[in-house]
């Protein structure tokens, strides 16, 4: 009987493109970007990319109930 191996390497991305960020954080692409705080980073020419550690506070300030948003603030940001 033949066997084989696999060895899978999965590293965790420290930047996120907007679908890739939004799913991170379990939310639709457009809930996320009505309601996201986090600003994106241009590390290359017209690629934005969300940095994850900064998703994870946004994150973590909302459950603690720092984050309080307006309706005004969130429509500021659209």
Not at 4 to 15: A, F, G
Not at 29 to 34: I, N, T
Not at 47 to 76: F, H, M, P, Q, Y
Request: charged residues 30%; aromatic residues 6%; hydrophobic residues 35%.
């Amino acid at each position: 009987m033949a066997t084989t191996n696999l060895n899978i390497s999965v590293i965790d991305k420290c930047m996120m493109r907007q679908s890739e960020a939004a799913s991170y954080s379990g939310l639709p692409v457009e809930h996320f970007k009505a309601t996201c705080p986090v600003r994106p980073e241009e590390l290359k020419q017209d690629t934005l990319l969300w940095d994850r550690k900064d998703i994870d506070d946004w994150i973590e300030n909302v459950k603690s109930g720092a984050v309080s948003d307006t309706r005004e603030d969130i429509l500021d940001r659209l």
